[in-house]
């Protein structure tokens, strides 16, 4: 089975962390994926009314820039990966604002599934993908996200060329699968919204904080999922 005819099932694509509606729709256009569990449920690491801005407001915003800067073409009816993917195809006065509004509603539709109650690990498999222990990989992490310049992220994402998992940040809302089609396998968000109110400007606090959070089995099925193509 093809990653693509794994995706159109209901069972693999829970397991790969994003919900159907939030990467493509029926009709055209894109929509707010629902968040898996309540604004509350992450506290006392996330509170709840930063989750609430930062899903209804912020995702929300994305989506409905991305159907602006998108209306009237047949990309809406597209999986996000594949705009993502081919957004240099698009008419030059469109690009940017689809790179940053298509990158922010992916990001984020996988940074709510990737987190939960937290508990589990990772598995050995994934980290000897990255050639990590379990210590190595958070402090690895943390030290991208934290040399991020102002707003973006820090992911672990699978490099096809290479069949292994490799971290690296990107800015703003760009997304990994642009550089070399790597495939995000978890991602920690490090603009100021996604902490501020809680943490104020100690966003190393907020990514300590933060592994409480990890839904390891969704990151799992991310990877495994990854390394199949």
Request: aromatic fraction near 12%; hydrophobic fraction near 40%; avoid cysteine.
């Amino acid at each position: 089975m093809t990653r693509r005819e794994w995706l159109q099932t209901t069972g693999a694509a829970a397991a790969l962390a994003v919900t159907p509606n939030a990467f493509a729709a029926d009709p055209p256009g894109f929509t707010l994926p629902k968040l898996p569990y309540a604004f509350d449920a992450l506290e006392p690491y996330i509170d709840a009314k930063t989750m609430e801005i930062h899903h209804d407001r912020h995702h929300k915003a994305y989506v409905d820039n991305l159907n602006k800067a998108l209306e009237g073409t047949d990309w809406l009816k597209k999986p996000i990966e594949d705009v993502l993917r081919h957004v240099n195809e698009l008419p030059e006065l469109k690009r940017q604002a689809v790179i940053n509004n298509g990158g922010g509603h992916y990001n984020h539709s996988i940074f709510w599934q990737i987190m939960g109650k937290g508990g589990g690990k990772p598995s050995s498999e994934l980290l000897a993908s990255g050639g990590w222990s379990f210590d190595d990989l958070k402090n690895m992490l943390k030290g991208v996200a934290m040399n991020q310049f102002g707003s973006g992220w820090a992911w672990v994402a699978y490099y096809p060329k290479d069949k292994k998992l490799v971290l690296v940040g990107t800015p703003n809302q760009d997304t990994p699968l642009r550089h070399g089609d790597m495939i995000p396998v978890l991602g920690i968000d490090v603009w100021e919204h996604a902490y501020y109110l809680k943490y104020q400007n100690k966003r190393a606090d907020y990514i300590d904080a933060w592994w409480n959070v990890v839904n390891w089995d969704a990151v799992n099925e991310r990877f495994k999922m990854a390394i199949k193509g």
